[in-house]
């Protein structure tokens, strides 16, 4: 019996020991838990100080280490989660727009003192960089934009303040586009005065030059030749660019309309002409003459009736005739080569469908190079084509007056400016 009481005082005193190792290990764990989650808190402040800090590194009216040192510590105060002696410092890289932040802060134990452990000291790193970027400004002009043209301007040259801070690394570029589609400045940088002047000279076109041709001012924004063949600046190639080098390309496309019309090959009398197709209800049509694709204006070449578009006497529909030869890339239902005489309310209804699966196609080439399209809508738009165009729900705007244009241009500019801090 003296044996056994001896046992059970031995197992007690073993309890006990592997009770408090059991504990200690324990307390140890919740304060490791602790130190990840200091770690943890650390890291979004100074991720926040590092995102001012780059939002800022062109402002020249902000002292950066001071805004980062106090954006940082408003997130993570000293003594915050019992952390104390915090400690902040940034580095600017301006020539590459980079910007690190590092914290570190000491954190008292309690159950690590039974391992000799007083403080652990707490690190942590964030880095942040602004990406270049290139926009192309897309506006309609057509007849439609009488009364809103005003409010278009405000808000489009109201975007471009946004932007003034970096526009010697930047690039920016406008297009308008009604009947005929103009490159009003070319893709480039210091923009911000010569686009201003742009847009305060856009005006509705006379009659003849209304329509709505949006596929063409989408072809136009990646075209890499003018009217003549001669180069012209446009987004920058990057196929081969790595994607966490590439500048951030955007494109803002904006209408109150539907596609009306579209930029094609046409043959009259065995000559053929890279032309304007007019809106089928529009007087345009009426004249039943084709468009120059930039001015807009009647070239006095008849687009009917359809046919081989081949010389008197030569062709097979009997008499002169105009080929459409974009039937061989969108057919026509129902018709096959040499396409005599479409008779034309089914010609109206196909230039509607064509202008919009063309203006799709376009800015289905953009996206594909990772250009992303913002798209606004005014009034009576067709917003299931604006939907189709636009880079997805985030990147669609609609309103139904132009009072509110300014705000929706603010907004997406804000957005770019987001965008371009990681």
């Given at each position: 019996m003296k044996d056994l009481k001896n046992q059970a005082g031995a197992i007690v005193i073993i309890l006990a020991v592997l009770l408090s190792i059991f504990l200690g290990l324990m307390g140890l764990g919740i304060e490791v838990g602790k130190w990840y989650l200091v770690k943890a808190e650390m890291s979004k402040a100074i991720d926040a100080a590092a995102l001012m800090g780059i939002k800022n590194i062109s402002n020249p009216y902000v002292d950066l280490d001071q805004l980062m040192q106090e954006t940082a510590k408003e997130n993570f105060p000293d003594g915050y989660l019992g952390s104390k002696s915090l400690s902040v410092q940034s580095e600017v890289d301006l020539e590459n727009k980079v910007i690190t932040v590092t914290a570190e802060a000491k954190v008292n134990s309690i159950f690590a003192?039974?391992?000799?452990?007083e403080t652990i000291q707490i690190s942590n790193m964030?880095?942040?960089?602004?990406?270049?970027?290139?926009?192309?400004?897309?506006?309609?002009?057509?007849?439609?934009?009488?009364?809103?043209?005003?409010?278009l301007k405000d808000a489009a040259k109201n975007f471009l303040d946004f932007f003034e801070d970096t526009q010697d690394?930047?690039?920016?570029?406008?297009?308008?586009?009604?009947?005929?589609?103009?490159?009003?400045?070319?893709?480039?940088?210091?923009?911000?005065?010569?686009?201003?002047?742009a847009i305060d000279d856009m005006s509705i076109p006379p009659k003849g030059d209304r329509?709505?041709?949006m596929e063409d001012a989408l072809d136009q924004a990646d075209d890499d030749t003018d009217r003549n063949g001669n180069p012209t600046i446009t987004f920058t190639d990057q196929t081969d660019v790595p994607e966490d080098?590439?500048?951030?390309?955007?494109?803002?496309?904006?209408?109150?309309?539907?596609?009306?019309?579209?930029?094609?090959?046409?043959?009259?009398n065995g000559n053929k002409y890279n032309v304007v197709i007019p809106d089928p209800y529009d007087v345009d049509w009426a004249e039943g003459y084709l468009h120059d694709p930039y001015t807009g204006k009647s070239m006095g070449?008849?687009?009917?009736?359809?046919?081989?578009?081949?010389?008197?006497?030569?062709?097979?529909?009997?008499?002169?005739?105009?080929?459409?030869?974009?039937?061989?890339?969108?057919?026509?239902?129902?018709?096959d080569y040499p396409y005599c005489n479409i008779p034309e309310y089914k010609l109206k209804r196909y230039v509607y469908a064509t202008a919009k699966q063309m203006a799709i196609k376009h800015a289905q080439e953009l996206k594909d190079k990772g250009i992303k399209i913002y798209t606004i809508g005014l009034g009576s738009v067709d917003k299931e084509l604006l939907a189709a165009i636009s880079s997805g729900p985030e990147f669609q705007y609609y309103t139904p007056t132009s009072d509110d244009l300014k705000a929706i241009f603010n907004a997406i500019a804000k957005e770019i400016k987001l965008r371009l801090v990681r």
């Open positions: 003192k039974l391992f000799g452990i964030a880095r942040g960089r602004r990406d270049r970027v290139e926009i192309m400004l897309v506006l309609d002009r057509s007849g439609s934009m009488s009364r809103a043209l005003d409010d690394e930047d690039k920016a570029g406008l297009i308008t586009y009604a009947t005929g589609v103009k490159v009003d400045f070319p893709l480039g940088y210091n923009f911000v005065d010569s686009m201003k002047d329509d709505t041709n080098e590439r500048i951030q390309q955007f494109l803002l496309f904006f209408s109150d309309g539907r596609a009306t019309s579209f930029r094609a090959d046409f043959s009259r070449i008849k687009f009917m009736p359809t046919g081989d578009g081949k010389k008197s006497g030569e062709s097979t529909c009997g008499r002169k005739t105009t080929r459409w030869w974009i039937f061989e890339d969108y057919p026509i239902e129902g018709y």
